[in-house]
């Protein structure tokens, strides 16, 4: 019996040594260690092998989006520029921008052989419009008056009425777009294609699926033999270096942390600066946008801060009101706060300042809105903006520079600290401080904050310093957390009062699809669900700028005069406060992979769950 | 006849049970302030910016006539009568539409079951004949130092428990898997293997955690079995140890046990979420948090009428059987 036991338990442990020493050489899934680059997936799936990204509930951030699909237009996000992916330029279109266009990029080939033309591009469309159960079909039906291929690369759009923006619509601006070319020569021999799963997907990006988890855990794709008839390899030339890209979900924080000291992990998504700090002190092959502080990158076009639900009515409604608590916060202290410091100020309402968003909107603004001054309704008035912000932080943080670098790394600045300036303005509001503290309508007043428990640590952290900030300031506030399933109701019905949120997001200098959601024509009341904006910002002047926006092209010079005046409005008005553009912290790990984007190398953001990540894998090779 | 009254008595409760506990769990949902259409709409906003307005209106109307959520509540609730109790047919899932809940539920249920009833029955077994050791010979020291283990580990979450399994064998280590990762591409062995090194450290940290409640409570049953009457005169007629043991603590006070068992077994449905969030086990447990958070209201109710289904049954089956192991219970 013992020998036995022995004879087992000998067996058991070759076995253990054997598969440890394998899995020092291949991954989990079979594949050569270092021909797989293995990255962290954003969201995992419960229909697993359903890559059809017109059926309901297909996960586009779990590398779909990132490797297979073809997209009219992507977005160089180092720039903030579009180009053409199966288009070849942007649309040509007529005076009224009801024509448009389009030449299709000669040369992509789907994974099995045939070609992409505009036969796809039309038809995709066309089956978009004609099948209800696609979640764009309404839309597409609504914008689209019909989509024909010209000849087989020539696409001819016409649009119901005028719109400009066709590329800024149907391709990729930020994160990616939900307009992906489909082969016709699958697609139209289906009976129904919002049931089609497409489980061995023909596609035109540079990855097809190798296999995958039966239970939504990981994918494998492998890299296309024919790379080169990528949409990638066609626009760029370049072959992805890593054979297998194995997107796998990671669960917990502290198992993400533990896979990436371990190297089992290349690419995470997202962390936080405490995180980033336990794991680069336990593997020095760990690293992030910067290799030191500020660490993150502030280029996420999302910038959070506190959001008002104007429509409540007063004081709310009251741009006095939304001044008083943007003078009443400390930035500094907010900043300690949130991430120590880390992050560019994003003060300017909407807008979020992102390198470029930076250069175009935020320095040209700079002379206007140091000029700026707010009228405290006592005979006196107070110029808010304060440019020392960036030497101050430096200063606290031991951080040295050229100005332009301190710019650059925390902005151009943010709205003054000014309690009595606060005060002024809460009084002119309509409240009224006593003893006990401050009263509206002669009751008590008090603020409810509500921040998201289950998402993004900025947008919570940045409402709890805010929160602190009032309660010291004197007034009267609540916390609550409200789960993002619950605040994605709320934010729309309105039915919050102040919220740490980011309301919109973009880095194109055209920002009319940022906007336009504040158009003051699609309020509807508190309670009721809308199209437009859930804060209810009801600006007469900035509704005409938009809808004057709706009608001019993108490129037009008197688009970017017209957004400089709407942001003029925006910041008279406050309807948001932002704090900082997105700050993300987000590692990766060089042990088996090196030449990722990087602030010494930034051909690209960082950004692994959006769909410009195929471009990126041009450029992360293996380490020798 | 008796045994008739008795068994139809048992089954009306049952019925009654389902029913009301179905009821409750279709309405609750629905009255949750968040609504599936507005968390679709809002992921796909905070993932790529402010949706155009018009595609907005058009997405929400089409949305809410493709999960259903158009019709009455009462509508809805007859409907679920129907189709979800009667022929567990659920509908579809409203975030993986139009992915049937029934079938994405039936992909992760043989996990939960293969991992929480191995590890239930195990516990059990084990943790009963510790228990009952303890108990009864519980002046010895081999009975103490079992006790002594189960008091220290039982206190302690499972889910530490798990996380100091997974930092040491896992993470320090490096002999199991920090995640599961299932991989049926390459043949059957390959398959069990990925099955098992999942399943080794979830099913280790549950192991753990359970067996200690049931030494405990054997424990504390057989020790004061061990002193009633009927055992004293059984010494006193020269009896064995080991008969007295087994006849008369053991089928005492295992009787118990069997009621809480049947409890646990039905509970496995519900899965071990923690096991499985900190482990990545597929499992039910993390599609019912995942599905509350998404106001998916038809995997709410799938995976939860199992679960009262079979919570439900496992009672009915231990009243039915308990007359049969004590005689001292007729069908009254």
Request: proline share 4%.
């Amino acid at each position: 019996m013992r020998k036995a036991l022995s004879l087992i338990l000998a067996i058991a442990m070759l076995l253990t040594m054997g598969s440890a020493a394998f899995a020092a050489e291949m991954t989990e899934v079979g594949t050569p260690r270092n021909e797989t680059l293995i990255v962290e997936t954003q969201t995992p799936t419960d229909v697993p092998g359903q890559f059809n990204s017109y059926m309901q509930g297909t996960q586009m951030g779990f590398g779909i989006h990132q490797l297979m699909s073809a997209m009219m237009w992507e977005m160089d996000t180092a720039k903030g520029e579009q180009f053409g992916e199966v288009a070849e330029g942007f649309p040509e279109s007529n005076e009224d921008f009801t024509e448009h266009i389009v030449k299709i990029r000669q040369g992509i080939k789907w994974s099995d052989g045939e070609t992409l033309d505009a036969h796809d591009v039309a038809f995709t469309f066309n089956m978009i419009k004609d099948n209800p159960g696609i979640n764009q079909s309404s839309y597409a039906n609504a914008v689209f008056a019909s989509v024909e291929a010209v000849d087989d690369y020539t696409v001819k759009f016409v649009t119901t009425e005028s719109f400009p923006r066709l590329s800024m619509r149907f391709g990729v601006t930020i994160w990616g777009n939900d307009y992906r070319i489909v082969p016709e020569h699958i697609y139209s021999a289906l009976e129904d294609v919002t049931t089609f799963k497409d489980s061995a997907p023909v596609v035109a990006g540079p990855y097809t699926v190798s296999s995958y988890d039966e239970l939504g855990k990981w994918i494998l794709y492998e890299r296309r033999e024919d790379w080169e008839n990528s949409t990638v390899g066609v626009v760029t030339g370049k072959m992805p270096q890593a054979k297998y890209i194995l997107f796998k979900v990671l669960g917990d924080d502290t198992t993400r942390q533990m896979a990436m000291i371990n190297n089992e992990i290349d690419i995470l998504c997202e962390v936080t600066p405490e995180a980033l700090e336990v794991m680069t002190s336990a593997n020095d092959k760990i690293a992030c946008w910067y290799n030191e502080f500020p660490y993150a990158t502030s280029d996420d076009p999302c910038s959070k801060g506190l959001a008002f639900s104007i429509g409540r009515g007063a004081p709310y409604d009251s741009a006095d009101f939304r001044w008083a608590i943007a003078l009443a916060l400390n930035f500094d202290e907010i900043s300690m706060n949130i991430f120590d410091g880390a992050g560019r100020a994003s003060v300017f309402p909407i807008l979020t300042a992102t390198s470029a968003m930076q250069e175009l909107y935020y320095k040209p603004l700079q002379e206007w809105v140091e000029a700026f001054e707010l009228d405290l309704g006592d005979g006196t008035t107070i110029n808010p903006f304060d440019n020392g912000y960036a030497a101050r932080m430096a200063a606290a943080l031991g951080i040295e520079g050229t100005e332009e670098e301190l710019v650059d790394m925390f902005g151009i600045g943010c709205w003054k600290y000014a309690p009595e300036a606060a005060e002024k303005l809460l009084i002119k509001a309509g409240l009224e401080k006593k003893d006990d503290g401050w009263y509206f309508d002669g009751a008590p007043f008090t603020i409810n904050m509500t921040y998201l428990a289950d998402t993004e640590a900025q947008a919570g952290r940045g409402l709890v310093a805010a929160y602190d900030q009032l309660t010291k300031f004197g007034l009267s506030c609540n916390l609550s957390s409200e789960s993002s399933a619950t605040w994605d109701t709320h934010g729309a019905t309105g039915e919050f009062e102040i919220a740490g949120y980011w309301p919109t997001g973009g880095i194109t200098k055209d920002i009319y699809s940022q906007i336009n959601g504040y158009d003051a024509d699609l309020i509807v009341p508190i309670g009721e669900r809308g199209s437009g904006q859930g804060t209810r910002w009801n600006n007469a002047e900035a509704t005409e700028i938009i809808q004057e926006l709706a009608k001019l092209s993108p490129e037009d010079e008197k688009s970017y005069e017209l957004a400089m005046d709407f942001m003029k409005i925006a910041i008279a008005d406050m309807p948001f406060i932002g704090f900082h553009s997105g700050v993300k912290f987000v590692p990766t790990n060089s042990t088996n992979w090196e030449n990722y984007p990087s602030a010494s190398n930034p051909y690209n953001g960082p950004w692994w769950w959006w769909s410009c990540f195929k471009y990126i894998t041009t450029e992360i090779s293996p380490v020798a | 006849m008796k045994f008739w009254k008795y068994f139809g008595l048992r089954v009306l409760t049952w019925a009654l049970t389902i029913l009301i506990g179905v009821t409750f769990i279709f309405f609750i949902p629905r009255m949750f302030p968040s609504d599936p259409v507005e968390n679709m709409i809002g992921q796909m906003q905070s993932r790529s910016g402010q949706m155009d307005p018009l595609e907005m209106e058009h997405l929400r109307k089409s949305l809410r006539v493709q999960f259903g959520l158009d019709g009455s509540l009462v509508e809805q609730y007859t409907s679920f009568l129907w189709k979800g109790l009667l022929h567990f047919d659920f509908g579809p899932s409203l975030l993986s539409y139009p992915e049937p809940a029934g079938d994405i539920i039936m992909l992760y249920l043989p996990y939960t079951l293969g991992l929480s009833l191995t590890t239930t029955l195990l516990a059990w077994l084990i943790g009963n004949f510790i228990g009952l050791l303890a108990g009864f010979r519980k002046n010895k020291r081999s009975s103490k130092i079992l006790e002594g283990i189960a008091i220290c580990i039982y206190p302690i979450p499972y889910f530490i428990v798990a996380l100091v399994l997974q930092i040491v064998f896992a993470f320090i280590l490096k002999w199991l898997p920090l995640q599961s990762t299932i991989y049926a591409n390459n043949g059957m062995w390959a398959y069990i293997t990925s099955i098992l090194k999942a399943s080794v450290l979830p099913a280790v940290s549950l192991l753990l955690v359970n067996t200690g409640w049931w030494i405990i409570s054997m424990k504390s049953l057989s020790s004061s079995t061990a002193e009633e009457d009927f055992v004293l005169y059984a010494r006193y007629r020269g009896l064995s140890e080991g008969k007295i043991g087994k006849s008369y603590v053991f089928r005492n006070s295992i009787l118990t046990q069997i009621t809480a068992l049947a409890m646990s077994l039905g509970g496995v449905f519900n899965g071990s979420i923690m096991t499985e969030i900190i482990f990545g086990y597929p499992g039910v447990g993390t599609l019912i948090q995942k599905a509350i958070l998404q106001s998916d209201y038809n995997m709410i109710l799938g995976c939860i009428t199992i679960s009262i289904v079979a919570i439900a049954t496992a009672t009915l089956i231990a009243d039915l059987v308990y007359p049969l192991i004590d005689p001292r219970i007729r069908y009254s």
